[in-house]
């Protein structure tokens, strides 16, 4: 019997979560299985390999969201392991992941304790921002007009694109920063992420005490309206805390 594991926690909260009925992967009963001083949660695996399709992503996460809603956050958080984690029995994870990482493991769970990862993500109409750019900027402006209807130069093309292209990305820093200096303060660590798509200009998480979500918030709220709602903001303030979750394997 090969097992899928969800997460780690400390032995000593098992009894926060011992009662909870759960299913998981293929539909699995959610198990709890303790190797002091952690306990892993698992679920029996009826597949050696599992592909990262909608459906088994979404198994995956509502079990952590699941243990995250049932433990009182104050008490502990759940260490979320990657997504797809199958081993062939205990003895496995002992000498994989416990053993050789136990330091680390039990750092990273005292560090997620009253804590949450949130994320925030911007996205905005290049288009319209260009067009801004150019209207607030009477050089650029003027340079870009006398330039309409003229066949443009190889260096005439080059010299205008170059000088539009630094306007938005210039744009895009102005709200990057003002994002960055108003939420960082507000969290213990910060991590950035790729940009997914050409719309989006800025994709970030951050830890901050769970006590302090609403005020976090706040300051996103504020941040649209200081720009005035000229962004699309998605904002995720209950995921598992996987940007907050390394394990050194050097």
Known sequence: MSLYLYAILQAENLDLIKHLDLKGMNA???????????????SESQQDRYLASRANLLAHETVLEVLMKAIDP????????????????????????????????????????????V???LFWNQTEEL??????????RQRREALIGKILSM????????????????????????????????????????LMTENMIYNGSFLIDWDREPEFAS????????????????????????????????
């Open 219 to 250: 300051a996103v709220e504020n941040l649209d309206k200081q720009f005035e709602n000229r962004l699309r903001i998605r904002y995720n303030d209950f995921t598992a805390p996987y940007n907050f979750v390394k394990v050194d394997r050097d």
């Open 74 to 117: 104050h008490k502990a958080v759940p260490l979320p392991l990657q997504f797809g984690l199958v081993v062939e029995d205990w003895e496995e994870v002992q000498n994989d992941l416990l053993i050789p990482y136990a330091e680390q493991l039990k750092g990273l769970i005292n560090n997620l304790i009253s804590k949450r990862e």
């Open 28 to 42: 699995q009963p959610v198990q709890f299985h303790a190797i002091p001083p952690f306990a892993i949660v698992y």
């Open 155 to 194: 260096d005439e093309a080059i010299a205008i694109g170059q000088e539009l292209e630094a306007a938005i990305e210039n744009r895009q820093q102005i709200i990057v920063d003002a994002f960055l200096n108003t939420l960082k303060p507000l969290s213990h660590e910060y991590v950035e992420g790729e």
């Open 131 to 140: 067009n801004l750019a150019v209207a607030e900027n009477d050089g650029l």
């Open 119 to 121: 994320s925030v993500k």
